[in-house]
């Protein structure tokens, strides 16, 4: 149904990016928007026009997976996930992938923590 | 008893102690009663009870009254009432005059009762001189019956007409093109329903047709109207079609043989038509006609080949021009838009690339019974179009081409059309290069949110320019999206503009022949924009639909059956009263220099064996003219000039050495109100103003204004309603302001300070803006200090 990315998106995840009208709520509503260098908007937006140089960006790592952007977008997008989307479509070309038997400090780390490590560099 | 027969009875309310509490009404009625001309002065607790209307009426007959001076509340409250009751005893009504001691003086100086009283006495004073000269008028009456001419056959004048003609009226209905229809007939698909357009269009068209109470006449202009409400005498041109409508059965024998083509305009040229045609496959009447512009016989004088196969012998050559009367009680204006020319803007190439259409033509090509069939096609090859652009806001939303507003309905239309589009085939790319999306109306948001989810890609920026491909005639795209800040050039097969909509060609032309006036954008103007949206400010003229300004079927619809519903609310009232406050001509003084003529808004000025005579039916007693006369010959009924000096002479008779007056011009329509709310909100201000009531400011001249600083007046101010808050002509303010240029200069040549003047638009609402413009402007005059006694003697008059 769509082309590039955006058809890469809504096979991972069925979600459909066209739905956006671009209201930035998502980016508002981000706890670490200040250190990203595409806000969550832009992401979508950068996916809608195919901009595959969105996979660059620092947005996909720094996002902790909170969902604020999921729960309150007025179009239903599930933000969060799209950049998880992102994050798969980034790591399935082999790079930026961890073996948690390799790091250290696992056995020591929260929980929590390693939950949404291995959900953010495992894929 | 007085030398000129007057007999003036006044009488002094005390509302309940709303005025007594403050204002000493005993003093208030023993001033009275010395007023020259003042026969009684009674006063009462509660001037609006019964008893005390009993009283008047009785102190009538047994005193032989024949003005009466109540100073009492606000007259928007009683006015009605008293008038009511002077004409119960056999007085014209025009001879109540009204002094507003309420709002205008206890409610506002209850902190000064002496202040109140005084200016209470002079307000009185000037009520008295003001009813001394006024003069018997009558209130005309007009017939109403149930004629309407509707100018248009689009949806707009086909609702009206039908809506006027299920209610009993006659209703001729005029359309300039060869079937009703009009730009709805021409449409594919309509948003947010997606019906078929002439699906749902036809029958309406066929009621219109068949509808006992409806003379249709296609083809056909309105030449003239004279006349007003009631009494419009329509002249309407029917241009010769060259087939008897009465034989043609419609067979197209004679278009099979006709030889000239010419370019079809009911599909904006995508396709060719004969010289004898109908204009398409559902027109209304379904008969063919010649284009005299292109037939060979009536061109060159060769051919005849239609004469000769017609079956029906409906074919003359001989057919001329006829002209039409009608006399019609009101007129309903839905004269439609007409799409922008899109050549204007050269930067986008429409004329000159092949493959940059207008939306409207788009309409034509996804319709199955349109030019291509369906298919939508590259013009320069007729390829299927893959890549789509939509440019929106092509004339809209654009200051350099004087087009600022938006066009309400090209968001929409190009949603349909990317969405039909994508439905012909889900692989096409389509785009919207928009600046804002509207989609405002009900289900507008969910259809635009159903084009999204299609996948149709939306930029939010304008495209800056279209350069096509020499070769392969591909068109190259240039616009920023603002939303990532990227620049984007682009290949298409195909950009669409969607094109804004402009007043219908002839809209001027028709504006004066109707006397009815053209606001921004050449749109008819509407009466008021909240209250009066269907109106015009000649009573009797209605309009609708886009004739008004930009809008969607649903919305056209709504406004057709709107002026139909206002015409019918005139048409049951079987008589309307027409106020009697009309501007007259001195004809003693006119020598007929017909500078009047144009400053009339409503054109109800002619000049006639060289003297100017004014209309009353068209005559909206405005008085703008009055100040432009030269000659001092116009004048205004109930408020004439020699009325306001008199006030003026009166309101100030009581200014004594060295005290500060300042006097008020309040028009009737905005600042009078503003004014009385000043009074129920109980919004103090200086008791050193006086207060002159008048229908428009328009009304005043230089010599009035002159006269009152020679009469005491230490300055002067102005009210009048901002635009769109008056019930007159918005040209109204063009000419108070040029009042204010003519009048200060002339102060400034009788060495008066022209600060002393001051002009101010009022809304109804802003009481405390005008308090503090009062007591702003009391400070100053006492910061400048009053006239002195030789500055007034130098003022000429």
């Keep these: 149904m769509f082309k590039g990315l955006a058809q890469k998106v809504y096979e991972l995840t069925g979600e459909n990016v066209y739905l956006c009208f671009q209201c930035g709520i998502c980016s508002g509503t981000c706890p670490l928007v200040s250190i990203m260098d595409v806000p969550p908007n832009q992401v979508v937006r950068m996916i809608q026009l195919n901009m595959e140089d969105v996979l660059d960006s620092n947005t996909l790592w720094i996002c902790a997976s909170c969902y604020n952007c999921t729960v309150r977008c007025p179009r239903g997008i599930d933000t969060a996930r799209v950049i998880n989307a992102l994050r798969n479509i980034k790591m399935r070309k082999g790079l930026y992938v961890v073996n948690l038997r390799k790091v250290p400090e696992v056995g020591e780390m929260p929980q929590i923590a390693l939950v949404a490590a291995s959900r953010k560099l495992m894929g | 008893m007085t030398s000129d027969g007057v007999r003036i009875g006044v009488y002094i309310c005390h509302c309940g102690g709303n005025i007594s509490n403050v204002v000493n009404v005993e003093e208030v009625r023993n001033f009275a009663g010395n007023l020259p001309g003042v026969v009684l002065a009674k006063d009462h607790e509660h001037m609006c009870s019964e008893t005390a209307q009993k009283m008047?009426?009785?102190?009538?007959?047994?005193?032989?009254?024949?003005r009466i001076v109540i100073a009492a509340c606000s007259?928007?409250?009683h006015e009605a009432t008293f008038k009511k009751l002077i004409e119960e005893a056999g007085l014209n009504p025009y001879f109540l005059e009204m002094a507003n001691i309420r709002e205008q003086c206890s409610w506002v100086h209850s902190d000064n009762p002496e202040g109140a009283t005084l200016k209470a006495k002079d307000q009185v004073a000037a009520a008295v001189a003001k009813a001394r000269l006024n003069q018997a008028l009558q209130v005309k009456e007009i017939e109403i019956g149930k004629r309407v001419l509707v100018i248009g056959g689009g949806i707009a004048g086909i609702q009206a007409a039908l809506d006027l003609a299920d209610s009993g009226c006659k209703v001729y209905l005029v359309e300039r093109q060869p079937t009703i229809g009009g730009r709805m007939a021409q449409l594919s698909y309509t948003f947010p329903t997606d019906d078929c357009s002439l699906c749902i269009l036809s029958p309406k068209m066929a009621a219109v047709y068949n509808h006992p109470n409806i003379t249709l006449l296609t083809y056909s202009e309105?030449?003239?109207?004279?006349?007003?409400?009631?009494?419009?005498?329509?002249?309407?041109?029917?241009?010769?079609?060259?087939?008897?409508?009465?034989?043609c059965v419609a067979c197209g024998k004679c278009a099979e043989k006709c030889p000239t083509k010419v370019p079809d305009e009911f599909n904006y040229g995508l396709r060719m038509r004969k010289a004898i045609y109908v204009p398409h496959e559902m027109a209304v009447p379904y008969k063919y006609l010649i284009d005299e512009a292109h037939c060979l016989y009536l061109t060159k004088g060769v051919c005849r080949l239609c004469e000769k196969v017609c079956p029906q012998n409906a074919i003359n050559?001989?057919?001329k021009p006829k002209t039409i009367n009608v006399t019609v009680d009101v007129i309903i204006v839905a004269t439609g838009y007409d799409p922008f020319d899109a050549t204007l803007l050269e930067q986008y190439g429409y004329g000159k690339y092949a493959n940059v259409i207008i939306a409207p033509q788009l309409e034509r090509l996804v319709m199955p019974t349109g030019p291509t069939a369906g298919k939508v096609i590259r013009l320069s090859d007729g390829k299927i179009a893959k890549r789509i652009a939509f440019i929106q806001c092509i004339g809209s939303r654009d200051e350099t081409i004087g087009r600022p507003n938006c066009s309400r309905i090209c968001c929409m239309y190009a949603i349909k059309q990317a969405m039909i589009l994508k439905r012909q085939d889900i692989t096409r790319d389509v785009y919207i290069f928009y600046i804002d999306i509207r989609a405002f109306g009900k289900g507008f948001e969910e259809y635009y949110m159903r084009a999204q989810e299609m996948g149709i890609q939306f930029i939010r920026g304008k495209v800056a320019e279209i350069i096509e491909d020499p070769i392969t005639k591909n068109l190259i795209v240039r616009a920023e999206d603002t939303l990532t800040g990227r620049m984007i050039e682009m290949e298409f097969d195909?950009?669409?503009?969607?094109?804004?909509?402009?007043?219908s060609k002839g809209t001027e032309e028709l504006a004066k022949i109707l006397k009815i006036t053209t606001g921004p954008g050449g749109f008819f103007l509407e009466a008021h924009p909240k209250y009066r949206p269907v109106d015009t400010l000649r009573e009797g003229i209605f309009i609708c639909g886009c004739a008004q300004g930009p809008k969607d079927i649903c919305d056209t619809v709504a406004q057709a059956s709107a002026a139909a519903g206002r015409a019918l609310r005139l048409i049951s009232q079987r008589r309307i009263i027409v106020e009697p406050i009309k501007a007259f001509v001195k004809e003693e003084l006119c020598d007929g220099c017909g500078k009047c003529i144009d400053k009339c808004p409503l054109g109800a000025i002619t000049i006639e064996n060289s003297t100017a005579k004014i209309n009353e039916a068209l005559c909206g007693g405005c008085g703008s003219c009055i100040p432009y006369c030269p000659k001092n010959a116009i004048d205004l009924k109930h408020y004439t000039e020699e009325q306001i000096i008199d006030e003026i002479k009166a309101i100030l008779a009581s200014k004594k050495e060295g005290e500060i007056r300042v006097l008020a011009f309040f028009d009737d329509s905005c600042t009078y109100r503003a004014a009385d709310l000043a009074g129920t909100s109980r919004i103090n201000y200086t008791d050193k103003v006086r207060i002159i009531r008048i229908p428009s400011s328009s009304r005043l001249t230089p010599k009035i204004i002159l006269s009152a600083f020679k009469f005491g007046a230490d300055a002067i101010f102005i009210g009048d309603c901002l635009p769109g808050g008056s019930p007159y002509h918005p040209k109204v303010l063009d000419a108070i302001n040029d009042l204010m240029r003519k009048t200060r200069a002339k102060l400034r040549r009788c060495r008066i300070d022209a600060r002393r003047l001051r002009f101010d638009t009022i809304a109804v609402d802003t009481a405390e803006r005008l308090?503090?413009?009062?007591?702003?402007?009391?400070?100053?005059?006492?910061?400048l200090g009053p006239l002195k006694p030789e500055e007034r003697a130098k003022i000429k008059i």
């Excluded at chain 2, 009426?57 to 032989?64: A, G, P, S, W």
């Excluded at chain 2, 413009?773 to 009391?778: I, K, R, T």
């Design chain 2, 771 to 783: 308090a503090k413009n009062l007591n702003d402007l009391v400070k100053m005059v006492e910061r």
């Design chain 2, 75 to 77: 007259p928007k409250f």
């Design chain 2, 56 to 66: 008047v009426l009785e102190d009538i007959k047994k005193y032989h009254l024949n």
């Design chain 2, 317 to 319: 050559f001989e057919d």
């Design chain 2, 222 to 247: 309105v030449e003239r109207v004279e006349g007003h409400v009631g009494n419009f005498k329509v002249t309407i041109k029917v241009k010769p079609r060259y087939v008897d409508m009465t034989k």
């Design chain 2, 494 to 503: 195909l950009v669409v503009l969607s094109v804004g909509l402009v007043p």
